[in-house]
Nanobody, 120 residues
Framework: QVQLVESGGGLVQPGGSLTLSCAASGGAIRWYRMGWFRQAQGKEREFVASISWSGGITYYADSVKGRFTISRDNAKNTIYLQMNTCEPEDTAIYYC?????????????WGKGTLVTVSL
C-alpha cells in the first residue's frame, strides 16, 4: 500500500513561486504515472499535471501550462510541482496522486493534500 505525503504548501504572493513535494512510502513509485490535482473551496477537484514513470512525458491543465512544472526523482521516491507566477486562482488544496490510469487519469492512491494560498 503506497502512502503519499505532500509538503511545501503555504502562503505565496501573486506572481511568486512555490515548490510542492510528495514523498511516497510503502512501495516504489518508479513504475507509476504520477500526478497533481487541486481542489479550490466550493469547486470540484481538478487535474493539474501528470508525469510518466520515466519523467519523459508530462501533461498540464491549460490553466497552469507554462507556469507549473512537474518532475520526479525515482531514487528518492518523490515527485515535485514547481509553481511559478502564481495567481489567486491557484489557491486550493493540492493533492499528490499515484498510479494514474492512462485514459481517465483516475489514480489508485491519494495523498491528504497541502494547502496553497495565493494572496497579498
Amino acid at each position: 500500500q503506497v502512502q503519499l505525503v505532500e509538503s511545501g504548501g503555504g502562503l505565496v504572493q501573486p506572481g511568486g513561486s512555490l515548490t510542492l513535494s510528495c514523498a511516497a512510502s510503502g512501495g516504489a513509485i518508479r513504475w507509476y504515472r504520477m500526478g497533481w490535482f487541486r481542489q479550490a473551496q466550493g469547486k470540484e477537484r481538478e487535474f493539474v499535471a501528470s508525469i510518466s514513470w520515466s519523467g519523459g512525458i508530462t501533461y498540464y491543465a491549460d490553466s497552469v501550462k507554462g507556469r507549473f512544472t512537474i518532475s520526479r526523482d525515482n531514487a528518492k521516491n518523490t515527485i515535485y510541482l514547481q509553481m511559478n507566477t502564481c495567481e489567486p486562482e491557484d489557491t486550493a488544496i493540492y493533492y499528490c496522486a499515484a498510479d494514474l490510469k492512462e485514459t481517465t487519469r483516475e489514480p489508485n492512491y491519494w495523498g491528504k493534500g497541502t494547502l496553497v494560498t495565493v494572496s497579498l
